[in-house]
């Protein structure tokens, strides 16, 4: 076990840097480059320019920059904003919650749904309940997010007047209550593209788990339906939901920064649209890395699961 976890990490130390590399040039290769903010004053010259190119070392090598950034940010510091002068870490802090809110609530909505249609799909296949999921799927596959977030706004927010139609909170207002008034409607449209996935998903693992001998054995004992389910079925179809739940989160990733921007709400994904707007690169650097880092904890930690719950794999 130990040598499958360094193993692991080592890929993912190697994947972070690759990142990393590609992110930095990227970003300092776009027109204008990181000093594109500061161009669009009508009173900075061109000596002012390399001036400031000079003191933000930008007029290094390219190499030479990101070598010095990588170690900076190795030792904590992620640079800091163009925009408001501030520590990138503690930009980011003040948008984590917001973002972790709205993901972790959407991804237990998504699996609960997901997982029970999954399930009630494989037992009643080929049934009116069957291909009314497969259609439903197929749609919130199809559509956008920000269609379904514009859509709920106008039918709940406009039409019925039922829930708010963005922020996180309202003003002057900070209850638990408030609170989750608001994260309602974000919070079901971040989660119905992933609810597709995922019942599709559990769908098919349960198919595959219902044909097994030793489901027809439990079956020969005599045990009831429910009990073959709950006890034999749905617990072996959902080890490979496991590795689904960790490669989902670049999707709730991406699907928070749309969700994020159409209901304005102050999270991570619609600062990094902010600080692209800014040019503020540092931010979007420390983002891009921050999301990176976090997609590959997520696979990291579903890769450890599933080779604790089934040993072939670690051994593999």
Do not use: C
């Amino acid at each position: 076990m130990l040598v499958f976890l360094l193993n692991r990490l080592w890929q993912s130390v190697i994947l972070l840097l690759i990142v990393s590399i590609i992110g930095f040039t990227i970003l300092n290769l776009m027109p204008g480059g990181p000093l594109a903010q500061f161009a669009l004053d009508p009173g900075m010259t061109q000596a002012d320019m390399d001036r400031l190119a000079e003191q933000m070392g930008l007029n290094r090598p390219l190499p030479v920059q990101y070598f010095d950034w990588l170690m900076r940010m190795l030792r904590g510091d992620w640079g800091t904003s163009f925009r408001d002068g501030v520590p990138v870490l503690d930009v980011i802090g003040r948008h984590l919650f917001a973002t972790l809110l709205l993901m972790g609530s959407s991804t237990v909505i998504a699996i609960g749904i997901g997982t029970w249609i999954g399930i009630r799909g494989a037992t009643h296949r080929y049934s009116m309940f069957d291909y009314s999921a497969t259609v439903g799927a197929m749609v919130a596959l199809s559509i956008p997010t920000f269609w379904f977030g514009l859509v709920g706004i106008y039918v709940f927010s406009l039409r019925l007047g039922w829930l708010p139609a963005g922020n996180m909170y309202t003003i002057g207002d900070g209850s638990v209550l408030n609170y989750l008034h608001h994260l309602i409607l974000p919070s079901i449209v971040l989660s119905l593209v992933n609810v597709a996935v995922w019942s599709r998903y559990m769908r098919s693992a349960t198919l595959d788990v219902i044909n097994q001998d030793f489901v027809k054995t439990a079956r020969a004992k005599g045990l009831t339906e429910r009990r073959v389910l709950m006890k034999h079925v749905v617990g072996n179809a959902l080890l490979p939901m496991i590795t689904l739940a960790g490669m989902q989160l670049p999707s709730i990733l991406g699907g928070a920064l749309v969700t994020e921007t159409v209901f304005t709400w102050p999270g991570m994904g619609r600062l990094f649209l902010d600080s692209l707007g800014y040019s503020d690169y540092p931010v979007v650097m420390g983002l891009l890395m921050f999301s990176a880092f976090l997609t590959v904890l997520g696979n990291l930690i579903a890769d450890v699961v599933i080779a604790m719950v089934d040993p072939r794999i670690r051994l593999g």
